[in-house]
């Protein structure tokens, strides 16, 4: 067996001659909160990035199955959206909403031209945390209700508002943030009671929000929160119909409904550029962060002017948000995935690794599910396919074999025995196949075979 090969690229990366990877850690671990994590045995430094690939201190390349963290949508150090920044960072790099500027007005229009429906008012923050904790406020001061409904096994964000929603036991600390929150069952088609072949599993899994509304809120609730794809928890992807019987319950008792967009959303799923058009809904606010920005701290509101219209009833403020370098990035954003027909790439690959990814499931018994859309895709690890316990440790050691051989991935769930794959839209066909590629021979070398023998580099620079 030998290593697969990254696939060439013309990019050649500058030299590196900074602090290396261990001064950097040693760094870390004196001056930096412990609580800010670092994946891999041996943590990894990255010092450049061009579109889907980035390089190591040593000048290993990579191919960046994670896309950042599902934040570089269109790409690495994307030439037009790098433009986009230099040319507004040498004008005017700072203004806040308390005077005019084109960036913010064009981008909101932008923006708001590709949402559904009324969805046309923008509030732009920094971060998918503050979004999810705006949505809620707006939720909340529009429908006079405070009670909120959310899913397990979700996550949408750090903060108090955040963590509150969130429903995982190890995202949340013993502080108080979940007041009035209620997480409903999972809609998950290989782990909840309701599975694939159940044509009903959607109208069922609703049928948890409405007990929730009937039974641990005061009847009326403020709303109802939901990613359109889990992310974190390990991309759970819900039942056909799920989202509309909800909204439809919600609805019924005064509530607004809120798509947290952070990772499903800008033509990821491929299908649909928003993730909750896969379900055919509508909802009341949207929230999206991560990809909107390709990196940059962007992040926005979008809701209709009815909803958006509460918050003049007090003085609401935001320093950075609106920026006009980021808002100048966001609108570069836009036009790439639009110009790329990145969403097109992304339905076409995605459907390319899945179908890949099925018949690893077929050979190596360890994958227990494959799933996701568009680029957007998760393999669960399971111990035993009939008792489905998660195989953690096999999971990061699966991660780690790929590490080595040039592809970085995610990973998710409760147990963290997900592996996520949600690389840059811009990817090519070769470099799908040597996402599968690697992941076979991880597979192989998780049964026991020893590492692949590397083959001399056909890339410029691996
Ligand atoms: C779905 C979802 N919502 C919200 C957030 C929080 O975003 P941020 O880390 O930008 O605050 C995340 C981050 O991973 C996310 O995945």
């Known amino acids: 067996m030998t290593t697969p090969t990254l696939p060439a690229t013309s990019h050649q990366p500058k030299a590196y001659s900074g602090p290396s990877a261990d001064q950097v850690l040693a760094l870390r671990k004196q001056f930096v909160n412990p609580g800010i994590f670092l994946y891999y045995k041996k943590p990894l430094m990255l010092v450049e990035g061009k579109m889907q690939y980035v390089w190591d201190d040593t000048g290993k390349r990579y191919l960046d199955g994670l896309g950042g963290i599902v934040t570089i949508s269109v790409g690495h150090c994307h030439p037009h959206v790098v433009e986009a920044a230099r040319k507004q960072n040498e004008t005017l790099q700072h203004s806040t909403t308390i005077y005019l500027h084109p960036n913010l007005a064009e981008y909101a229009q932008k923006l708001a031209s590709k949402m559904p429906g009324?969805?046309?008012v923008c509030y732009f923050v920094n971060?998918?945390?503050?979004a999810n904790d705006l949505a809620l406020l707006m939720a909340r001061a529009y429908?006079?209700?405070?009670?909120?409904?959310?899913?397990?096994n979700s996550?949408?964000?750090g903060n108090v508002a955040g963590m509150g929603?969130?429903?995982h036991s190890t995202w949340k600390f013993n502080v108080p943030h979940s007041f009035g929150a209620h997480h409903a069952l999972a809609p998950d088609p290989y782990r909840g009671p309701y599975g694939r072949n159940d044509a009903e599993a959607g109208k069922k899994y609703a049928a948890d929000v409405k007990q929730l509304i009937d039974f641990a809120s005061p009847g009326q609730v403020a709303g109802f929160i939901a990613e359109s794809i889990q992310g974190v928890g390990g991309v759970i992807v819900f039942p056909d119909g799920y989202l509309k019987h909800v909204y439809e319950h919600v609805r019924a008792a005064g509530g607004v409904c809120i798509a947290d967009e952070v990772q499903a959303g800008f033509g990821r799923t491929g299908t649909h550029f928003w993730g909750f058009e896969t379900q055919g809904v509508i909802p009341d606010i949207v929230t999206m962060a991560k990809g909107i920005g390709n990196g940059c701290p962007l992040a926005a509101v979008v809701t209709t002017p009815q909803i958006a219209a509460v918050l003049s009833k007090k003085i609401h403020f935001n320093t950075f948000g609106g920026n006009p370098v980021v808002c100048a990035m966001g609108k570069a954003v836009l036009e790439v995935i639009e110009r790329e027909k990145l969403q097109e790439n992304s339905l076409k690959l995605g459907q390319?690794?899945?179908?890949?990814?099925?018949?690893?499931k077929a050979k190596y018994e360890i994958i227990g599910d494959v799933r996701g859309k568009g680029l957007m895709l998760g393999i669960e690890l399971v111990k035993d396919r009939a008792t489905k316990e998660p195989a953690k440790a096999e999971c990061a050691q699966v991660i780690e074999n790929c590490r080595e051989m040039g592809l970085l991935l995610g990973k998710g769930g409760l147990s963290g025995s997900v592996i996520r794959f949600a690389p840059p839209m811009c990817i090519t066909q070769a470099d799908a196949d040597f996402m599968l590629e690697v992941f076979d021979a991880a597979f192989r070398q998780l049964e026991g075979e020893k590492p692949p023998k590397a083959r001399p580099a056909l890339a410029i620079s691996s």
């Open 143 to 152: 429908t006079g209700n405070y009670d909120v409904i959310a899913l397990r």
């Open 127 to 130: 971060s998918g945390s503050e």
């Open 352 to 360: 390319r690794v899945l179908t890949g990814l099925e018949k690893l």
């Open 155 to 157: 996550y949408h964000g």
């Open 118 to 120: 009324d969805l046309k």
């Open 165 to 167: 929603l969130t429903a």
